[in-house]
């Protein structure tokens, strides 16, 4: 009983201690999250990497816009169409480009991807010590931990030069497939009961292709698949400086520690349910609503159910319907905008094509009902996570891999902004917090209640 009541009170004081009335953040102009009153970010750099264009600020107010997303100058679209019209894999040159700030050429595209193929082996005894004898429920933690464990296995990892930090860059992004994979079936050895299937990596492959034979018993896959998973890596690769995972890289990056605990730290970030997490808070609702909806193609059933997530009475009891608005994006996403037309060309004539009429019916409707329920009527598009599970369970893949693989592909961009933070950063980031609580007068313990 005395644990009992003496955990009560930890649990009393951590919620008091912690709790500061919201109108202070008014009171002292607090830009909650480094966010603006009307939901832009503060700035708190610049950087040549990654433009994420979601609205214009027309004479003092936010104005929606067309999405964009452009890598190093270069649209997402123009990327995308270019790999399609030569039918090619596209995310290693998405890294080169990010990595190096420009476009390869074939000659050098060749070069850089055999690299990443000879950097995808991971160092001797790795797998068993830091994967084998350590499995994880969670992949994110799996992934995180081997990332900041690999740094024991480095000669140097204390070394800043331009050389060397590019080299440990390119190293991670080629093991990191790796290591995902095998942390899940280790995973499934130990916590499904299933078989420990680890297949020998084939050099010639690239990311998405290893990716798909290292996740199949029988290896095999087809072109469009694996095209199609490169796809994804493409999309998911930068996003800018102010998203959350990025930025945590940048800022472990400014207190000059080593790349492997920046990099981890990112991991972890991604991993929350907020950030790179939310694609698995977005396959939870869809298969809510397809619980509760007889009839996926009668508007008004949908409709009604949404209702009823946006009043708290289904789902999980947030208000939230997953998949919709982003921090930046207003009319659209051209993440979701690409992703839509792959799934709907993947999906018909087959199973899934019903479900994603549905996942159609709830970007359409969530709008309206979000005005209609909140009183709210705010710009709001389908983000990248409203049609990217759907495509990977098309592919086969397994919902634990959904978030590793986006820290797999972002991978790319945490580096990126990495190499600039080092360059051009030379100041810690600091921001200020302003304490609140007055001065208080020291009591001996005897004295007090």
Known sequence: MANHAARDILYKQFVENNSID??????????????????????????????????????????????????RGYNINDIVNNAVAENRFAYEETVYLLLMGELPTRSELQAFSDIMAENRELPPSFFEDMIL?????????????????????DDDPEDRAPAKEMATAISIISRLPNIMVSSYQVKKR??????????????????????????????????????LLDLMLVLHAEHGGGNNSTFACRVLTSSGTDPYSAYSAAIG???????GGANAKVSQMQECVKRGVKNWDDEDEVAEFLKRILRKEEGDHSGLIYGMGHAVYTLSDPRAVILKANAKKLAKGTEYEAEFRLLESIERLTPQLFKEIKKDDKVMCANVDMYSGLVYRMLGIPSDLFTPLFAVSRMAGWSAHRFEELVTGKRIIRPAYKAIRGNKEYIPIDDRK
């Open 133 to 153: 004898k350590a499995p994880s429920k969670n992949i994110m933690n799996g992934i995180a931990r081997s990332v900041l464990a690999l740094y024991s296995y």
């Open 190 to 227: 130990v916590y499904d009961n299933e078989s420990l299937i680890m297949h020998p990596l084939i050099p010639s492959h690239s990311t998405a292709q290893m990716i798909l034979s290292a996740l199949r018993p029988n290896r095999e896959f087809t072109d469009e698949e694996a095209k």
């Open 269 to 275: 970030s991604l991993k929350g349910p907020r950030h």
């Open 22 to 71: 919201p109108k202070l953040y008014d009171k002292y102009v607090v830009k909650r999250g480094l966010r603006n009153s009307d939901g832009t970010g503060v700035i708190a750099g610049l950087t040549n990497i990654c433009n994420v264009h979601g609205y214009v600020i027309n004479e003092g107010e936010k104005a929606p816009i067309e999405g964009q997303l452009i890598y």
